[in-house]
C-alpha cells in the first residue's frame, strides 16, 4: 500500500482541532502499509485476471469485426473494443491453468449474443442482465467486481464500533452490504438511486433512495463508503464536496474503485462489458488513483491514502479513503 498525505496531514492541530471526534480517530487507524492481491492466493489472482484479459480480447476482435454502430451506448463498447485489440495480443504466462467459468464469462458471452440488439439499439445493457436471473449480482460479487466490496468491508469491520453511524453510497445489490458485521448497536443506512435494487435482498441497515449527484440532508455520519459506485457521478470532485458535508469532523470516507489502465495502455477487463451500462458508457468508467486523490484534496478532505489491488503486475485499483 502506498499511503499518500498532503500537507494538511499535519492540520490537526490549532483551530480545526477541537471539532475533531477524537473517539474516532483513535477507532479508525491508517492500515498498516501492504499491496494485496484480488484473490487470496497471489498466483491465483494473476490467473483469473489473465484469463479475463484473454477472454476480452477474443470478445472485442469479435465485436470489431461490425461495422461502427449508430446507438451511443454501443459506440463506446465497439470503441473500447477497438482500444483493447490495438494494445495487441494479450501476454498470458498461464494460459493453461486459466478458468473458463463464473458471472464474468457469463458476461462476456451475453455480450456477443446481444450485440446485434445492443448495436441497434434494440435493447440495453440493463434490459439485456435483467433477462437473465442472478448475473449482475453475481457479477458484482464474484471476483474481480467482488474483491472490491471484500477489501472496503473488512476495512470496516475492523472498525465498526456501538454507536457509529454508517452511509454507504450507491449500495445496489448489497455486494458490500453483505459483507459487513452490523449490529443493532450501529446505525447503518444504504443508499441507492433505486429503492427496489436496495430492497430486493434481505440485508442489515435501513435503506433510502438517494442520488449523489444533489445534496443530502444526511449528516454526521461517522463512516461513508461507496464501492465502484462514485465513477459514476457526473462530477466526482462536486459528489465528493456532498459527501464530506454527510461527515462529523473527522469522519472517514472509504472508495473501493477500479484503475483504468492496470498495466501500460490496455484498458481493464472489463471495460467493454461495463460499457453497457449508464454511468460508464456516458461517462469515463473508472478513473486513475491520482484524480480521486487531487479531487479529494479540492474537496477539503485530509489524511488521504489508499491500499492497492493487485493481479501479478497488474494495478487493479483498491481503496482510497480521506477524512473530513
Known sequence: MHCVFGSSCASLSGTRAKYVNKALLESINIPAANDVPMMQDASESLVLYEALLLRAFDVCGEICRYPKPSDPSAIRIWEASHAFVACGPVACTLRDLCPSGGAVFD????????????????????????????????????????????????????????????IEL????????????????????????????????????????????????????????????????????????????MLRPGGMLILGEGEPRPAGNRPWALDMLCCQFSGWWDRTGFRPRDEWVDDLGAAGYIDIGHQRLFAGEYDLGGLIWARA
Open 107 to 166: 458476461a462476456f458471452n451475453k455480450l456477443l449474443v446481444d450485440w446485434p440488439e445492443l448495436s441497434s439499439g434494440a435493447m440495453t445493457g440493463e434490459i439485456a442482465y435483467a433477462a437473465v436471473p442472478d448475473l449482475w449480482r453475481r457479477l458484482m460479487c464474484e471476483p474481480p467486481l467482488g474483491t472490491y466490496a471484500s477489501l472496503a468491508a473488512n476495512f470496516i469491520n475492523a472498525h465498526l464500533r456501538p454507536g457509529l453511524k454508517l
Open 170 to 245: 450507491g449500495a445496489g445489490v448489497g455486494n458490500t452490504s453483505r459483507l459487513l458485521n452490523v449490529g443493532a448497536d450501529v446505525l447503518y443506512i444504504r443508499t441507492d438511486r433505486s429503492l427496489p435494487l436496495l430492497n430486493q435482498a434481505d440485508l442489515p441497515g435501513t435503506t433510502l433512495r438517494y442520488d449523489f449527484n444533489t445534496p443530502s440532508s444526511m449528516t454526521a455520519a461517522d463512516i461513508v463508503f461507496a464501492v465502484n459506485a462514485m465513477h459514476c457521478a457526473d462530477n466526482p470532485r462536486r459528489t465528493l464536496s456532498y459527501v464530506r458535508a
